[in-house]
């Protein structure tokens, strides 16, 4: 089941549209962009993917950011029986479970008047800092309240991913504030309003040993610090969500109540989108929900690339009733889906 409409231009943006922000490095990646409508024209926050250029025959270049606030790269032998080199996205030592990426994120501002055609800036907008992004900022979420525009990103680095924050009123200047869920912790979608005189966010801890990788709410008064954390919602134990389910785009408000369009895969890593809807009151009550997914990888640029079988939505603008849905496609591109707002809510079953 399918109730989205891909645009007949996608793949929207890729990585042969971008310039490197380094002349070392090429741009392998351009995806899960964050979106919303800011004055006239639709904003994204592009993940924007990069590895060097030169690396010898026969090795391996994992780049990260040093303690001189300098991108430097960490080398391993492709045969080296010490590390799993079969994924392309990392190797992982097979002692102790180290894991070093083959790339590093940072976040770039793309511009459109029209939501089709976007210009992608070549400076990042956000890059790596801090100790806790040494292996790069991801997947951006973008929530408006009060004309104030909060972007929650994910912060990866050998401590683990945690989600960072920030603010800006303008996307030029920006306000960092830090860490506000520490690792294992991602896929944060902040509500767009106050509930009952506090903040709320969906979140998706990664468990250990124990549990899985489900949807959990929490609450703050600031945006930085947060509690109250409850469960929201969990994957199946077979079929298109039994592997894990995440957060999406940012919750949308209906009169039916709050929409989520969320990401689920499989045992196999096939990743596909399905939709939920919570109470006004009360968001960690789940009132209806997709059965099966509302969109799933198809299309050739879906199904095949760095990571295939892969649609991801980190934003989505709803404009007079229509959703238009931005998502990453196989960890290499950007591409467009539109559905009626009334369609998703249709198949919702309580």
Request: charged share 20%.
């Amino acid at each position: 089941m399918s109730i989205f409409t891909r645009h007949a231009l996608n793949p929207l943006i890729t990585p042969d549209h971008l310039r490197s922000s380094r002349p070392d490095y090429a741009v392998i990646g351009a995806f899960n962009a964050g979106a919303i409508r800011f004055g006239a024209e639709t904003l994204l926050l592009v993940r924007v993917a990069e590895r060097p250029l030169a690396t010898d025959a026969g090795w391996i270049a994992c780049p990260y950011l040093n303690d001189l606030g300098e991108i430097a790269l960490f080398h391993v032998r492709s045969d080296d029986p010490a590390y799993d080199t079969r994924d392309a996205r990392f190797v992982r030592h097979q002692a102790t479970g180290a894991v070093y990426l083959t790339s590093i994120s940072h976040l770039r501002l793309a511009r459109s008047a029209d939501g089709v055609h976007f210009t992608v800036e070549e400076s990042p907008f956000l890059k790596s800092e801090t100790g806790y992004e040494t292996f790069g900022v991801e997947d951006a979420r973008i929530t408006c309240i009060d004309e104030t525009y909060y972007v929650n990103y994910s912060a990866v680095s050998a401590h683990g991913i945690a989600t960072g924050l920030i603010v800006t009123r303008d996307f030029r200047s920006i306000t960092r504030q830090g860490i506000i869920f520490p690792p294992s912790n991602r896929d944060v979608t902040i509500f767009p309003q106050q509930i009952g005189g506090r903040y709320v966010c969906y979140h998706r801890p990664m468990p250990g040993e124990f549990g899985s990788y489900n949807l959990w709410m929490a609450t703050s008064p600031d945006l930085v610090r947060w509690g109250d954390h409850r469960l929201v919602l969990q994957g199946s134990a077979a079929g298109w969500d039994s592997g894990r389910v995440g957060g999406g785009a940012p919750p949308i408000w209906t009169e039916q109540g709050w929409l989520s369009i969320y990401h689920a895969a499989d045992r196999q890593h096939r990743y596909c989108l399905g939709a939920f809807l919570a109470a006004h009151d009360d968001p960690a009550r789940v009132i209806a929900r997709s059965r099966q997914p509302i969109f799933t990888p198809e299309a050739p640029y879906e199904t095949s690339g760095f990571f295939p079988n892969v649609v991801f939505t980190c934003g989505v603008v709803v404009t007079d009733g229509l959703i238009r849905m931005y998502y990453g496609a196989s960890d290499d591109c950007i591409a467009l889906a539109e559905a009626p707002l009334s369609d998703v809510l249709d198949v919702l079953t309580r």
